[in-house]
């Protein structure tokens, strides 16, 4: 299995607070997260080898571009 740069979403930010009360509920960031998690994770190619650094989830990536 591919290395992956852990994420964690409810990471505390320099002071405590939780990053999901800076975005509101109703917000499309929060829609685009939601519906990266759908897609199924055959749709990305994943480099295997585990040579180099740690890749960012293919997930993450994605939500970023959209």
Do not use: C
């Not at 685009?32 to 585990?50: C, D, I, L, W």
Request: hydrophobic share 50%.
């Amino acid at each position: 299995m591919a290395k992956f740069v852990d994420r964690d979403q409810s990471q505390l930010y320099l002071l405590p607070i939780v990053m999901r009360e800076w975005v509101r509920e109703d917000d499309l960031a929060r829609f685009v997260v939601t519906a990266v998690e759908r897609v199924p994770m055959s749709a990305f190619v994943v480099n295997e080898r585990g040579t180099g650094s740690a890749q960012y989830h293919p997930r993450t990536m994605l939500a970023l571009l959209v």
